[in-house]
């Protein structure tokens, strides 16, 4: 008698054991990460993950400190690296640099009549390589017809190919401080700033999680 009941008793232990198994696994499975391109958008535009698929080679570089224009570290690092991509597969290379722009850069990611309506330069503290005074437009951005020898601009990287990445949690801090020192509303600046990001930029929740993702899609990370 002893020994059947010890018989159910383990039976009805492997019964839960295999339950809690099946528990397990499809737990698991539905955690999996889904597809790039199927990720839910929600308010975000994603397709920039698409423009990566296609790309043999892909980088990431982090700017999050404002630096005396025109000169930028990530600037130079993501020219030096399609440099590098062109020098050995040839000027057709299928090369994606990805800048994600945040903390105390984020301003660089914003067109000049942003600079020039908000005063950007004084609040950044950032002069005009050219007069010398507060900025008034992007100095980073760069003019097409520079001289080649000047440091590698947004325009540059931009026209190369490269995607931005702007982190709202920074732009939404520089539009709440902006907002003050105008007497503005800091939702319609916030909502004007985000309407101003340079071309081929997009704005993700947080330059941290920007970094991530974009490392997620295969792109090899570089600091300044």
Known sequence: ?????????????????GALGSLLVSTTVGAEQPASDELPPGDWDLSWLNQLKSATDRGVFDWSAMETPP?????DYAAR?????????????SARAVLVIRHLAVAASLNDSAWNRYAIGEDAKVNDPATQRPALRNPFWGDASHDKDAPPSLQDVIGRGAIILVCNLALTHLASRLARAHGEDPAAVQKTLASALVPHAYLVPSGIWGL???????CGLMRA
């Open 1 to 17: 008698m002893s020994s059947r009941r010890g018989f159910v008793a383990q039976l009805g232990r492997v019964a839960s054991l």
């Open 71 to 75: 000169e930028a570290t990530p600037l």
């Open 212 to 218: 991530v993702r974009a490392q997620n899609a295969g």
């Open 81 to 93: 690296y399609l440099d590098g991509c062109d020098a050995v597969y040839g000027n057709t290379a």
